[in-house]
């Protein structure tokens, strides 16, 4: 017999569960029910009976509340709107009310209720009373309003966000929410905007490619698309954006529209130009300064040759001429290549202790010239201590050049500059006066700035390229020190104030600085060896390797040129050298192949110095020159002071 | 006790360079002021350097040495 069959047979003869059931159970199961307050109340509305439940969720006993009035379960409020009333009068007409709201415990808490009170009526339809049911809800009702408290700070947030774009698309395309960064990127209102296709954001020729479709197609199909392009404000004007678009679909998986991100990038694209410019600018300068030194070298080598004697006194005046100038363009390469340097982040000090006097008079030695040529007096005042600070001399010396040029440069013929060094707590200061055009008061902060010029030179030749100074501040800055100006206006005359940290007591003691860069002119003749050395020029600029080679000639030497790496590599062998100056940058074998090959010559035990002489002077060209075997490296065009140490100094390479 | 020397004011020291006519390098030399500007001392030569010229300087009595 089936499972059913069985069903069907003995169904008729089964007793009906009220029969089985002892009607007192239904009571226990109400008393006891802890979940419900279950009570039956009067048709006045007053308690008849209470069970656990209610006890439990309302706190009053049954002996405190039966006979009372159920309206003690409701707040003032809507007592006073007679709310309980208006609950028993709906429940008496419709034979049941439901209702969720606010009701008080014994204790005055408020507890969130959902009510059933059902009309009990007996067989002739009298009412007899009402059934009341009640659950506290106050965990779910505490959980929607955080849920929508969540909701409305989200949708408050979203709305507010001013920096981008966001809103929503109906799965057509049309925008159904706008917020304030939308209004503010867009430039549409939110009454303007709302059900508009969002393609009114796109150009014209996107519209005719279908990009607007093709996104919404893409976001649907992979979840999320994102773009990055040109886009339309309200005025018309392009805007470079950044957007996201994501499908939203329902719990059952039904696509409900989409969320758009949209984000301004134009300023940061603007940037990004700038920064690609201000990139390519570098390179051009670094390119620009080596292209520079190349033909500055054979001039400075023909000057410097010319200087030995023998020329008329007009051609003596031309030569000079030629000095000056050149040296200037030299000068501005120097500095293009600390442009590089400070642009890229590769400027340098080495620091050991160093004289403060020593450096002021190392500068001044460097800017004779230009306070000779204007007449300029220099009034010094040097701390009568010994004062050291841990510096790169070099860099101090060019520092305090560049404020003794700039102060001779504004200051009329004749002028007098002051400079002033003293000591003052944990510094020492170093101030450079001039009593010249001084400085606009709204140009202080900019003079600063690299090629910017705060005042327009007294000539315009040697106005220099306007970056003495921010290379000035920089070269302070690396220090530990900082870099002020000051003026009291136009004519005037200006203050530079250098501050620079003392070296710390433990020092080790400072030495007195090298000789000036003025003077390598003097030293060529006195500093050049007793007898000559054999010298072998490799370049390919004919100009640059004949002078060189001509200058060398004039200081006592024996000399080769060759202008390309084989030959060096034939006269190396043939000539025996005890020096060679190469070129690096070369057709064919280059100066580093060439370099490599005579650095074997050297193993082999040939006393021989490798010199590479080019117009690369970054930090990374010299590691390159040593790596590939020379012994050490001048940066064109060639200081005569430099040359003159290469070929005499017998530390650090093979030479006898 | 009051001193009968009369007070003596330090002198502004100026250093100058000089062009040489005959090879167009740059020397240096020194003259002493009063604070009411009149001369005081000079150096009365030119000197090759800098430094050797504030040297020379300081011999007069420049930075009291």
Known sequence: MSHEDHKRGHEPHEPAMSELIDPSMFRYMVQQAREYALFVLDPQGRVMTWNAGAQRIKGYAPEEIVGRHFSVFYSMDAVAQDWPAYELKMATREGRFEDEGWRVRKDGSRFWANVVITALRDEEGRLIGFSKLTRDLSERRQHEEALLQSEERFRLLVEGVVDYAIYMLDPDGAVTSWNAGAERINGYTREEIVGSHFSRFYSDEDIDAGRPWQELARARREGRAEDEGWRVRKGGERFWARVVVTALHDPEGRLRGFAKVTQDLTQMRQLQHLEKAAKNLQEFIAVLTHELRNPLAPIRNAVEALRQGGLRPEQEAMRQTIDRQSAFLARMVDDMSDIVRVSRGKLTVVRAPVRIDTVVERALETVAPAMSAHGHRVELELPEKETVVNGDADRLTQLLANLLTNAARYTPDGGLIAVRAWREADSVYVAVRDNGRGIEPDMIDRIFDMFVQGRAPLKRVGGGLGIGLGLSRRLAELHGGSLTARSEGENRGAEFTLRLPLAAAAAPRAGRARPAKSKAKEPAKAEAPAHGRKVLVVDDNVDAATTLGELLRVLGHEVRVTHDGAAALQAAEAFLPDVVLLDIGMPGMDGYEVARRLAALKKAGRPLRIVAVTGWGQEADRRQAVEAGFDTHLVKPVDLDALVKVLSDRDGALLH | ?65
Do not use: N
Request: aromatic share 12%; with cysteine; net charge negative.
């Open chain 2, 1 to 65: 006790m009051v001193s009968g020397d009369p007070i003596r004011l330090p002198l502004r020291w100026q250093f100058i360079p000089v062009k040489d006519g005959s090879d167009g390098t740059i020397r240096w030399t020194w003259e002493a002021f009063t604070h009411t500007g009149e001369p005081a001392m000079k150096a009365e030569r030119v000197f090759e350097t800098f430094t050797e010229c504030v040297a020379h300087a300081r011999a007069a009595g420049y930075l009291g040495h």
